[in-house]
């Protein structure tokens, strides 16, 4: 098949026919005359979003809360402007930054401009959505600052009426006063609310118990948007498809025919300066009990009902009541020491970033393996592996050869990220191909009012009730992770759990750096 400029008609188009009751197919071809990108994305805008969430006559205001931070400007705004830029949006849109700061548009503009990828031929259009954009500075905690911002959204062009988007990226010690604030002082009378909320969703499951239980006091569960932004990427969104879009996989998706699924996420970088944050959290919280129990979850979820957002998060939520609490002795923890013949940052350790508390214990490796007891997967398992050491993220199910055939003989199914698929496209000469960005998708899914990717209440509480007891016995006894060199697989003991409970692989597949073509 072939695409104008984006894979999410593929998504769509799937939806539709399954939610339809009709035979999935895809029908997708270039059209014969050369359209802008713009037009190209606002065709496919308004077959998508025909629906009374999304009237052009609308006016939308996207606030966002924590504008002077680096998540803003590194992925927000260039996100807005992106998204502005293909004419996906509604057409009367404004963005008002809110954040302690006493910055101006320009000052924000300059700041973003680095990561907004603009074209020369652009300009006009750049121009266009700065001028949509407006800033008001005050404090978290400051009623007084709310109100000031709520009169500024209301004397923007159609702004009493508006819907209002609210986007906390911001630290989550200022959620509890942020939150109340907006509910008091910001919401929108006349049209709806809706905020997303960035994780870390709580350290353990009290925590996020507590911060839901905040967050359901004040708004309603539908306007509540917990964003992982892992659950946007192209592979992971193509899950669905793959699965319950091929009907080979159906009979064979089961204990009988797979050995095990394997989950894998490897970064190509250390902390990076970032390690007070990260030694507070570590692996399990920061990549394991999100970003791979999601994808576990649509590996292992029974078909849903149908493509609505509660079917596919209620399969979702079954998943994880089968799965028990993760025991250490499933566990191997490492932590990256330097590599002396590397080159750089690989020459350094862990403990040797600054900002990282000296002796830390802190893991920045992890391998769990996790059972599925139900009846699809019982006694399987999947084993989710976080490894610095090339960027990189991937699935694999290796199924069992029929006729009970040696191990060596098993087959492989792999499931790569978008930089492989990025690679791929420029093997063929198609590398100016545009797969959108995990941010994209998802925003333009809270202006549609589609929460099928992103997190639900019950969802967080299940998932942080599996690892809670393994994070806090962590914690207490302190245990010590296994040094393993910087680029490296990791620690060999994480080879030999995966292999004590029945995965082997014996492929020659090697990742190529696209960057390096």
Not at 299 to 315: F, G, I, L, N
Not at 414 to 427: F, I, K, M, P
Request: glycine share 8%; net charge neutral; aromatic share 10%.
């Amino acid at each position: 098949f072939q695409t104008l400029d984006s894979t999410s008609h593929l998504h769509t188009s799937f939806s539709r026919c399954v939610g339809a009751g009709k035979p999935l197919c895809w029908t997708l071809a270039r059209h014969t005359l050369p359209l802008s990108r713009s037009e190209v994305f606002g065709e496919l805008r308004r077959e998508l979003y025909d629906d009374e969430e999304f009237h052009q006559s609308d006016v939308h205001i996207f606030i966002i809360m924590g504008a002077s931070g680096d998540l803003a400007k590194k992925k927000i705004y260039p996100t807005l402007w992106w998204l502005f830029r293909d004419g996906l949006l509604p057409e009367q849109t404004y963005f008002v930054g809110f954040a302690r700061s006493d910055l101006t548009v320009d000052a924000l503009r300059t700041a973003c401009l680095p990561y907004m990828k603009v074209a020369d031929t652009e300009a006009d259009r750049l121009e266009a959505f700065f001028i949509r954009n407006s800033y008001i500075s005050g404090k978290y905690g400051d009623e007084v600052a709310f109100s000031n911002l709520h009169s500024h959204l209301l004397s923007l062009p159609g702004g009493a009426e508006a819907n209002r988007l609210f986007y906390l990226a911001l630290p989550p010690s200022v959620y509890l006063d942020v939150t109340k604030n907006i509910h008091r002082r910001c919401m929108s009378t006349k049209g709806w609310n809706r905020v997303i909320v960035e994780k870390p969703f709580g350290r353990d499951l009290q925590s996020s118990e507590e911060l839901s239980n905040h967050l359901s006091s004040l708004f309603t569960e539908d306007q509540i948007y917990r964003i992982d932004h892992y659950l946007g990427k192209e592979m992971v969104q193509n899950l669905m498809v793959l699965r319950f879009g091929n009907r080979i996989f159906g009979p064979i998706w089961n204990r009988d025919s797979v050995a095990c699924v394997v989950l894998t996420f490897k970064e190509s970088f250390g902390t990076q300066g970032r390690g007070g944050y990260f030694d507070d959290f570590g692996i399990i919280r920061d990549v394991m009990q999100n970003h791979l129990l999601q994808m576990l979850c649509l590996v292992a979820m029974e078909k849903p009902a149908s493509t609505s957002s509660d079917d596919v998060r209620d399969e979702k939520v079954k998943v994880l009541k089968c799965i028990t609490p993760v025991s250490l002795a499933d566990v191997v923890l490492g932590q990256y020491v330097g590599d002396p013949k590397g080159e750089g940052e690989a020459r350094l350790g862990y403990l040797d970033d600054p900002t990282v508390p000296k002796g830390s214990t802190q893991a920045t490796f992890a391998t769990a393996v996790l059972y599925v007891r139900n009846e699809r997967w019982d006694g399987k398992y999947a084993a989710a592996v976080q490894r610095r050491a090339g960027r990189h993220l991937q699935r694999a199910v290796p199924a069992k050869r029929a006729g009970g055939a040696r191990a060596a003989q098993r087959g492989h199914l792999r499931q790569d990220d978008e930089q492989e698929a990025r690679r791929v496209l420029q093997s063929r000469g198609d590398g100016d191909v545009k797969l959108p960005d995990a941010y994209e998708r998802l925003i333009l899914d809270v202006f549609c009012g589609s929460q099928m990717h992103f997190v639900r209440s019950d969802e967080l509480r299940e998932a942080w009730r599996i690892f809670t007891p393994l994070l806090h016995q962590i914690e207490k006894e302190k245990t010590p992770p296994i040094s393993y060199k910087y680029g490296s697989r990791g620690p060999a003991e994480a080879d030999e759990l995966v292999q004590r409970v029945g995965f082997r692989y014996e492929g020659t597949y090697k990742w190529v750096n696209p960057h390096k073509l």
